[in-house]
């Protein structure tokens, strides 16, 4: 079955960076959009950023513009988010999920597969 595994979060400074990974098995990943939401404390779900199966193209949610990047590696099923320049306010549990196609939908937040999220803490 779907199966999506977050890694790479923690505590981190203003202005510090974090990488986050996605491993991801179950179904054929590179034939699949993925994309990354965030849930931070009292808060809704928030669509950050999505990528196409083939990396041709990625969108951001504009307060992460300039700041995260999405990636992928297909050969290895794994999903990547970079974080630069972290505020307080990215402070959430941040999750991947799998799109329904090849493309992804920017601001989607019922996804079918979501993983568990890894925690995200901005603090000095």
């Known amino acids: 079955q779907v199966q999506l595994v977050e890694s790479g979060g923690g505590l981190a400074q203003p202005g510090g960076s974090l990488r986050l990974s996605c491993a991801a098995s179950?179904?054929?990943?590179?034939?699949?959009?993925m994309s990354w939401v965030r849930q931070a404390p009292g808060k809704g779900l928030e669509w950050v950023s999505g990528?196409?199966?083939?990396?041709?193209?990625?969108y951001y949610e504009d307060s992460v513009k300039g700041r995260f990047t999405i990636s992928r590696d297909n050969a290895k099923n794994t999903l990547y988010l970079q974080l630069n320049s972290l505020k307080p306010e990215d402070t959430a549990l941040y999750y991947c999920?799998?799109?329904?196609?090849?493309?992804?939908?920017?601001?989607?937040?019922?996804?079918?597969?979501r993983g568990q999220g890894t925690q995200v803490t901005v603090s000095s």
């Open positions: 999920a799998k799109e329904d196609g090849y493309y992804f939908s920017p601001y989607k937040l019922d996804y079918e597969y």
């Open positions: 179950g179904f054929t990943f590179s034939r699949y959009g």
């Open positions: 990528i196409y199966a083939d990396s041709m193209d990625t």
